[in-house]
């Protein structure tokens, strides 16, 4: 490997984003689709304010952002829903 690759390579983990384990968990169901907040809670187990905090945490850091809104039957309401930023549409932002 040259000294470039592996300049990109090491770069790369360091500015690679840390997460909780609560905000890997939101994220990982945000990736199978489950898109809002009770329904994090509820697939996950995790205290509904616990989601919300982690939610707006990883808004804040540019990971997910809002992705309009959908019916929640549990609280009968719309609810905010949200969408993982895909890594290469963070990358085209840079330049």
């Known amino acids: 490997m040259n000294n470039a690759s592996r300049n990109k390579i090491d770069s790369y983990h360091e500015s690679k984003p840390k997460f909780t384990e609560q905000e890997q968990q939101v994220l990982i169901q945000l990736n199978f689709g489950i898109s809002d ?3 994090i809670s509820k697939q996950t187990g995790m205290l509904i304010t616990s989601v919300r905090r982690c939610l707006t945490d990883l808004s804040d850091a540019g990971q997910i952002i809002e992705n309009g809104t959908v019916y ?4 009968n309401r719309n609810v905010t829903s949200y969408k993982v930023i895909h890594e290469s549409k963070k990358q085209l932002q840079l330049f």
């Not at 929640?72 to 609280?75: F, G, K, L, P, Y």
Request: cysteine-free; overall charge negative; charged content about 15%.
């Open 37 to 39: 907040a009770w329904s």
């Open 72 to 75: 929640n039957a549990e609280t």
